[in-house]
């Protein structure tokens, strides 16, 4: 049961088999495909590991894959700042 809700919950077991029987999916894949879209959304990472219960950062960090769009913020960061003067 669901504490916040008083619903009942899906254990992961039986998830697992309905995800495979109906949509063809590995539970574990969905986990993966979470992190990597935290990642993408820029969560940090210890956020993550919290959320997909990796102790190692190195096993989480292979699912966050920064963007150009991302590289391009931290490059404007490290960026000197011209003087307009």
């Given amino acids: ?16 088999v309905l995800l495979d029987k109906y949509a063809g999916l590995d539970l574990h894949q969905l986990r993966h495909s979470a992190a990597t879209h935290l990642g993408d959304a820029e ?3 210890q956020l993550i590991m919290g959320k997909t219960r990796h102790k190692n ?4 960090m292979r699912y966050v894959k920064p963007g150009a769009e ?9 960026a000197p700042r011209h003087r307009t003067h």
């Fill in 1 to 16: 049961m669901c504490p916040h809700t008083g619903r009942a919950r899906l254990g992961y077991d039986r998830a697992r």
């Fill in 57 to 60: 950062p190195r096993t989480a």
């Fill in 43 to 45: 969560i940090p990472l």
């Fill in 70 to 78: 991302a590289i391009a913020k931290v490059t404007e960061v490290l």
